[in-house]
């Protein structure tokens, strides 16, 4: 397993990692008709666009296998909330391709989110996910607190969200050491 920086080039390995993870983990939570249309080139040309405009708060990486397969991906980087004052760093989104879940691939992503959040200044982390995702355990397992709740609009629905945060990404740092 190998965690380098995005490039515009893995645009299209990006978004098949997130329609099918969307496709997958909330197939109970989602209308299938929306989550059916879900298209890689719609999400591969915002992808695209996001890497037209340089952000230095913000990092993109991935993970690839041996054989080069891109399997994870992850973007964070500064808090988005302006109002946020507890949690100066975010992971804005973080997948993992179903197949390759328990790998210790997301585990990897958050090592490398801590390093370049701590890297920006930023000293804690804040995460969001669906309140109904599968995969909130991961958050919880690595010491994430519920510490925020709130309401998306995704595709013309509200669902409910909650936040894990990290005060000290110091610490998680030397929780999850390689």
Known sequence: M?????T???????????VDTWQQAYVEIMPA????GLSYEVREKRIREGFMVPDPNRFLVIVEEENSAVVGCMVGGACRDE???EYSGEVYALYVLPAYQHRGIG?????????RLLA???????IWTLAQNPSRGFYEA???SLVRKRKIEIGGVMYPEVGYGWTDLKRLEKTITD
Not at 8 to 18: F, V
Not at 33 to 36: I, K, N, P
Not at 120 to 126: E, F, P, Q, V, Y
Request: hydrophobic content about 50%; aromatic content about 2%.
């Open 33 to 36: 008709d929306f989550l059916a």
């Open 142 to 144: 690595l010491g994430g």
């Open 83 to 85: 109002s946020e004052t």
């Open 120 to 126: 920006m200044g930023c000293n804690s982390m804040l």
């Open 2 to 6: 190998r965690v380098r920086e995005a």
């Open 8 to 18: 515009m080039e893995d645009s299209a390995a990006m978004a098949r990692i997130l």
């Open 107 to 115: 585990a990897a992503l958050i090592r490398t989110a801590i390093k």
